[in-house]
């Protein structure tokens, strides 16, 4: 599966606009997310549509997001796994 071309995230722009907003993540590249200084949230296209990478503590998880519905699972994923991942960061410097 190849990573995303400008044409494939071009159908993805107003998702693109959505991950801009969300605090913690910084577009290196466009449709290339880093939190800090890992690699975060990237974009797939392949015959059976676009997918997106998000980077979870154990590994890389695919979401489809060919549709409105997917593409705000994502956006909801990845602003939950970057607030846990935050508590967590939170929780071991008090401990």
Do not use: C
């Not at 974009?43 to 998000?54: N, R």
Request: overall charge positive; glycine content about 4%.
């Amino acid at each position: 599966m190849k990573h995303a071309t400008d044409a494939a995230l071009d159908q993805l722009d107003a998702l693109l606009i959505l991950l801009r907003q969300i605090e913690g993540l910084r577009e290196k590249k466009r449709g290339t997310f880093y939190r800090r200084s890992s690699a975060f949230l990237h974009f797939h296209e392949d015959p059976k549509g676009l997918f997106a990478d998000l980077r979870y503590p154990d590994d890389w998880h695919r979401f489809p997001v060919n549709t409105e519905a997917e593409q705000n699972a994502l956006v909801t994923a990845a602003r939950d796994l970057l607030q846990s991942l935050q508590a967590t960061q939170s929780t071991r410097r008090t401990a």
